[in-house]
């Protein structure tokens, strides 16, 4: 793949994006993390910078822009606080990109454009305490009364739980069909039967609403079914795809964030009467991280392209999700080595990255699971 050259529309929304990381989100982010707030002014911003759909059509209130620059735009932002690139990034991979892939007309007109214009956020509920790589074990059930569904089951550890307004939801609409028996279904927040659990508390990614999303006889239309009963397995694997590009993409923001503190430590930290940059060892370990990220990035490019020219991207999206996340949680367990003591401490960066980072080894399947689908799509086994 060659480098991605951007073009002049391009560089002005880079360019808008990384003044907004750098003024407004990246001095957030370490009162984000302590106190676990969920940043609705960042988010309010980002819909008014209009981020929040820049790679939905404009006929549906986004720019119009490529899921290329949605990567970059995602690691911009995780660069500066994790939390505030992940709320983006759910928001058009796990919940729009869906809707767009394989909603009707109307499905898009209604749900697309409030996602895309910020007036509204949106989430991905499949995970459940019993079903969370292995997709096809599901136990939310739907069933069709007439011209609605009900659905019953509870979702666990959903990104912008409780604070979103829609949510892409999988479900059991024929328990004997295995997973051709699983459809995907759009609900709103306020529907008869929708509930959510208390916040959870995480290890990093603080300020990021992770909830339990619970379903008792929720009753739900029948016209938001989104593509056919039976498509669910298809429609989930195909927002995978997707998310897994949105994860690689906050993986290589955070460890560029943890390279770029520990640089900036090393070159005025002093020991035996010099800087710690001048010793080899600690030049090896900076060069070393630094190619990894740059090869992360690649991936996650070479994925997000493909995902934009729409040609099948699976292999493709759980590599870039792999290695950036195992080249994050590396980066920022080294860069933490490099600040020495201080890095142990709450009062630098270098705690919070390496808590940050974790979580792109498990969420959107972990890199397990990513190694066996990179093996099957190799060993024609897929």
């Known amino acids: 793949m060659m480098p ?8 002005l929304i880079m360019d808008t994006v990384r003044a907004f990381a750098r003024d407004r989100v990246k001095p957030r982010a370490a ?24 790679c939905l059509p404009e006929e549906y209130g986004g720019a119009g822009q490529s899921y290329v620059l949605f990567a970059m735009i995602v690691e911009e932002l995780c660069a500066a606080c994790a939390t505030t690139g992940l709320i983006l990034d759910v ?36 995970t459940e305490p019993g079903a969370g790589s292995d997709a096809a074990s599901i136990k939310t059930t739907a069933v069709r009364k007439g011209d609605h569904y009900v659905l019953n089951g509870t979702k666990t550890f959903i990104t912008n739980g409780g604070v979103a307004d829609t949510y892409v939801v999988t479900a059991v609409t024929d328990k004997e069909a295995g997973h051709r028996g699983i459809s995907e279904f759009i609900v ?5 039967g929708l509930s959510f659990g208390p916040p959870m508390h995480k290890m990093g990614i603080c300020g990021s609403a992770t909830t339990e999303v619970i379903f008792r006889d929720c009753v739900v239309p029948a016209a938001n079914l989104l593509g056919a009963e039976g498509q669910g397995f298809k429609i989930t694997m195909d927002t995978l795809d997707a998310g897994r590009i949105g994860v690689a993409a906050q993986a ?7 390279l770029e503190d520990a640089i900036e430590y090393a070159a005025q930290r002093k020991q035996f009467g010099q800087t710690v940059t001048s010793f080899q060892a600690i030049q090896f370990m900076i060069a070393d991280m630094a190619t ?18 729409h040609i099948p991207c699976t292999k493709e999206s759980a590599m870039a999700k792999l290695f950036a996340g195992d080249t994050a ?10 600040f020495g003591g201080y890095g142990y401490m709450k009062e630098f960066p270098a705690e919070r990255h390496m808590r940050d980072a974790k979580i792109t080894q498990i969420y959107e399947g972990t890199n397990q699971v990513q190694r066996v689908v990179i093996a099957r799509s190799l060993l024609g086994r897929g």
Do not use: H
Not at 41 to 49: I, Y
Not at 329 to 338: I, N, P
């Open 31 to 54: 009162d984000i993390d302590s106190t676990g707030e969920f940043p609705w002014d960042l988010v309010k911003e980002m819909g008014e910078l209009g981020l929040m759909g820049v």
């Open 292 to 309: 990894a990220i740059e090869a992360a990035r690649l991936l996650t490019l070479q994925a997000a392209e493909l995902r934009e020219r």
């Open 252 to 258: 290589v923001g955070i460890a560029r964030s943890a």
């Open 188 to 192: 709103e927040k306020g529907m008869p």
């Open 91 to 126: 928001n058009i991979s796990l919940c729009a990109e869906p809707i767009l892939m394989y909603g009707t007309a109307d499905q898009k007109r209604q749900f697309l454009t409030p996602l895309a214009t910020g007036q509204k956020l949106g989430a991905l509920a499949m």
């Open 329 to 338: 949680m590396r980066v920022a367990t080294d860069a933490l080595q490099l």
């Open 4 to 11: 991605y050259v951007l073009d002049d529309t391009e560089k």
